[in-house]
């Protein structure tokens, strides 16, 4: 026998919806209860028969049934907060025979002690959510502004209003410089000051992640793309910045075929996953930056001419630190109060005698070297003031060797020695000099006299340099 609803007992289906929709009401296109179970009277402590033909606002705190009993749109899952709880609404729109006609309500959890129960289990659950979801926050915000960018000389000044016009932009931005000029605390000062600043800014240094990485790094991937893939899979940098801007630091050292991957992104600005078959649409704002030259590379085929122009929007050229030496006190000085922190001391300042000798050292390693210098100084300073015998080996020989230069070769008295055997030691001390600016790393000692890897390690070997 084939019954239908009709022939089900009012009783029946009263309880039927009392045990299935938990707490439920109906109300009609102007927000006026129709109907509300004895279980979320109950809850909000009233009757059936005071709640119904009330309007709901009348009744439901928080409520927004009268208004999706207006609109026709359907709300899932929404957060309610009711009695000094939140619960989690869901709203219908009530469409009879293709006529809007009301709204109905649903509430989960059955009775206060269910939502107490709930809440005791995911509570600690929303608080370490809470925790890491500030800690990325607080990890990927920008940790510098314009006014953290130090200098004084034109050239600095010049390319600093440049950066700080162009922060508003949503055009990709290109920072070239040699190593340690500032190119990543421009990056971060552009973001800060664009209408991106509420977003994550995402770092990425593309010369340390190995090539296999690289594209699970950026893009992400799918649950089981490869073995020792996480569970349920990761997102990648793009998305992670998505809204944002994202720093893809020394972009010169990416490899060709993620270079296509990357200039795809650029172009249908969304990315594909590893072992992924949807595509996922992302807007994030491109900051470049590269020690390299970019122009040189494409006409050697060794960086994509397309990309570089997709790069190269803006273009921003920082000076290195040899060609501001006015300003190299100043930095000096905001350095110092930054270290001051760092170990704890106060008033440190540099005496006359060492101001002079750092501007007139080069600084292959600009500010960064200037930074290093600096730390190694007060970890061998007894009182507040930074003198000659604190620096580094390299920059107190360099009075000497001035010294050498301005003596005349009789007073010298000095043999001459075969240029293979000179040539040999002055290579040997810009090889020490360098590893002494980047505190043993041989691959960033290597950069800064711009020679490959091997051939660094080569010459280390040949002057027994471990």
Partial sequence: MNLGIEHIPYSWLQEI???????IVVVDREGVI?????????????????????????????????IVAKTGQAEIAALHPINGSDMIANRFPLIVEGELVGALGTVMFRT????????????????????????????????????????????????????????GSQSAVLLLGESGTGKELFAHAIHSNSARASFPFVPINCA??????????LFGYEDGAFTGAKKGGKKGQFQIANYGTIFLDEVGDMPLPMQSKLLRVLQEKEIQRVGGQTSIPVDV?????????????????????????????????????????????LIASNLLKKLEKKFHRQHLHLSREVIARLESHDWPGNIRELENVLERAINVLDDSVVELHHLPLYLKDQELL?????????????????????????????????????????????????????????????????
Avoid at 17 to 23: G, M, V, Y
Avoid at 134 to 162: H, R
Avoid at 208 to 217: A, C, G, K, R, V
Avoid at 297 to 324: A, C, S, T
Wanted: glycine residues 2%.
């Fill in 34 to 66: 129709c109907y509300i179970n004895e279980k979320y009277c109950e809850f909000l402590g009233t009757t059936v028969e005071f709640a119904t033909g009330r309007h709901v606002t009348e009744i439901i705190d928080n409520t927004r049934m009268h």
């Fill in 285 to 329: 704002r491109i900051i470049a930056a590269t020690h390299r030259n970019l122009e040189k590379m494409v006409e050697e085929g060794k960086f994509r001419q397309d990309l570089y122009y997709r790069l190269n929007v803006i273009k921003i050229e920082i000076p290195p630190l040899r060609k501001r030496k006015n300003d190299i006190a």
């Fill in 17 to 23: 919806i009392n045990l299935s929709a938990e707490r």
């Fill in 208 to 217: 340390s992640i190995p090539e296999h990485l690289l594209e699970s790094e």
């Fill in 402 to 466: 001035v010294e050498n230069q301005l003596t005349s070769p009789q007073e010298k008295e000095l043999p001459l020695r075969p240029l293979k055997d000179t040539m040999a030691d002055v290579e040997k001390q810009a090889i020490q000099q360098a590893l002494e600016v980047t505190n043993g790393n041989k691959l960033e000692a290597a950069k800064l006299l711009q020679i490959g890897k091997t051939s660094f390690y080569e010459k280390c070997k040949i002057h027994h340099i471990s």
């Fill in 112 to 167: 206060p002690e269910d939502w107490w129960d709930y809440k005791r289990k995911i509570q600690p659950l929303l608080e370490e959510l809470k925790y890491y979801k500030t800690k990325l926050e607080k990890d990927l915000k920008s940790k510098y502004s314009f006014q953290d960018l130090i200098g004084e000389s034109n050239s600095f000044q010049a390319v600093k209003m440049l950066a700080e016009r162009i922060s």
